[in-house]
């Protein structure tokens, strides 16, 4: 007997509260695992140099902040 033909059974035996219960959490499965194959899509590596030639970075990016700006980071 297969497992979906065992479940099948239990369920058919099963009073309502439970089987209210098991499609809860049939559906939460359901759902985490959609979530995790979505996450596993964005886990692939983007390909190196994708936004080249698109934007510069200013010859002062490296230095200091201004004081002002330094202020409102620090919540002063």
């Not at 497992?3 to 309502?16: G, K, N, S, T, Y």
């Not at 590596?45 to 230095?63: Q, S, W």
Request: glycine share 4%; hydrophobic share 40%.
């Amino acid at each position: 007997m297969s497992a979906r033909e065992i479940l099948m059974q239990e369920i058919v035996q099963a009073p309502d509260f439970m089987i209210e219960e098991l499609l809860d959490f049939l559906l939460f499965a359901k759902a985490r695992r959609n979530q995790q194959a979505l996450s596993q899509k964005h886990k692939e590596l983007r390909p190196f140099g994708l936004c080249a030639g698109e934007f510069t970075v200013p010859p002062d990016f490296n230095e200091p902040l201004p004081e002002e700006i330094l202020r409102d980071f620090e919540g002063n």
